[in-house]
């Protein structure tokens, strides 16, 4: 169940860009995230996890979206981000 | 419309584990407001800071340190109360035990007269480098050390955890099948060192040896396997060679 631990692992990085002054928003939609095929993690128990583990965050409900590589990284690319809690500019 | 990434999207599933290149939205009044935020961090690069700043305190003081892997019950504490046994008085050591509950493994070690510090993981199912630098700071262990991390009982998580260490040695015993280093590949790739264990216990088992070891190299073929017993002693000089020549190879 280490896929709790990376869950967890995101989740920092989302909520330290969120709240970075260059990257800040009030939440996040989607997470893009590379995924080695040797790095010791089951997809779908990392989706699992990260639904739970995101409960209550500025990620509560985001979808995290999972490519997978060559070799063993697990790195968060980037974020669709949204700046207001709706969802929705003016 | 796909409201991820703008396609078209009547024809694929939106489950989105693939990639297909992200595009701005764009023109949707609803996702006007999304925008790209770039990261590119890795996820576990709190892990890694941490056991690379671990890495750097064993260095400096010359300790080299193993992270001790198996599953439950494949005797590595006894194996490792008994290496303990065979270093003392020449060699100074301590322990790191890491497990969910007790501190049944540290009260071993210490009745061998070394220091041994418990991490218990709580609902953690593997050691963490941050955790195993803490612990670290309480041990006082003299220059040209051996630290010894007895990791959770676990043949899938601690492998994708890196504390620092020199080295993983992975601890299979006879009393389990011979197929696990097919069955949990990734720990036999992280490790560089196998100790076969509980040998004295062939004679009464169906175990076949040569089939564990070419399923280990199988998948590492760069490891380097002993075959132990605590019970009989086998194995355990070449095993302690094999930990003070690693240590000479640390940098000086």
């Known amino acids: 169940m280490h896929e709790l631990a990376l869950a967890d692992g995101i989740l920092q990085i989302v909520e330290t860009a969120a709240v970075n002054p260059k990257t800040g928003f009030k939440r996040v939609k989607t997470v893009f995230i590379e995924l080695g095929e040797s790095a010791c993690v089951e997809p779908d128990a990392l989706l699992f996890c990260f639904d739970e583990m995101t409960r209550g965050s500025v990620a509560e409900g985001a979808r995290l979206a999972i490519t997978r590589t060559a070799g063993s990284a697990m790195r968060v690319k980037e974020l669709e981000v949204v700046d207001n809690v709706d969802g929705e500019n003016n | 419309m796909c409201t991820v990434c703008g396609c078209s999207g009547e024809t694929h599933s939106h489950a989105h584990d693939h990639s297909h290149g992200y595009r701005k939205p764009s023109g949707s009044k609803n996702l006007a407001a999304s925008r790209l935020v770039q990261v590119e961090q890795d996820i576990l690069g709190k892990n890694n800071a941490y056991a690379a700043d671990n890495r750097q305190r064993f260095a400096a003081q010359g300790v080299l340190a193993l992270n001790l892997v198996s599953s439950p019950g494949s005797g590595k504490t006894t194996l490792l109360v008994r290496t303990l046994d065979a270093l003392k008085g020449e060699h100074p050591a301590a322990v790191i035990e890491g497990d969910q509950q007790t501190s049944n493994d540290a009260e071993r070690i ?128 070449e095993w302690l060679e094999w930990l003070k020549t690693e240590r000479t190879k640390l940098p000086a």
Do not use: W
């Open chain 2, 110 to 237: 210490r009745a061998t007269g070394v220091q041994a510090i418990q991490i218990n993981t709580g609902k953690g199912c593997h050691l963490d480098a941050h955790r195993v630098g803490h612990a670290f700071e309480e041990i006082s262990l003299p220059d040209g050390g051996f630290l010894f991390i007895e990791n959770v009982g676990n043949l899938v998580c601690p492998a994708a955890f890196d504390l620092g260490e020199a080295h993983k040695v992975v601890i299979l015993s006879v009393t389990e099948g011979e197929d696990k280093p097919l069955k949990y590949p990734d720990m036999f790739r992280a490790a560089d060192l196998m100790l076969l264990n509980k040998c004295d216990l062939l004679p009464y088992l169906t175990f076949d040896v040569d089939k564990a070891i070419e399923y280990a190299l199988q998948i590492n073929p760069k490891l380097t396997i002993i075959r132990t017993s605590s019970t009989t002693g086998e194995g355990l000089n």
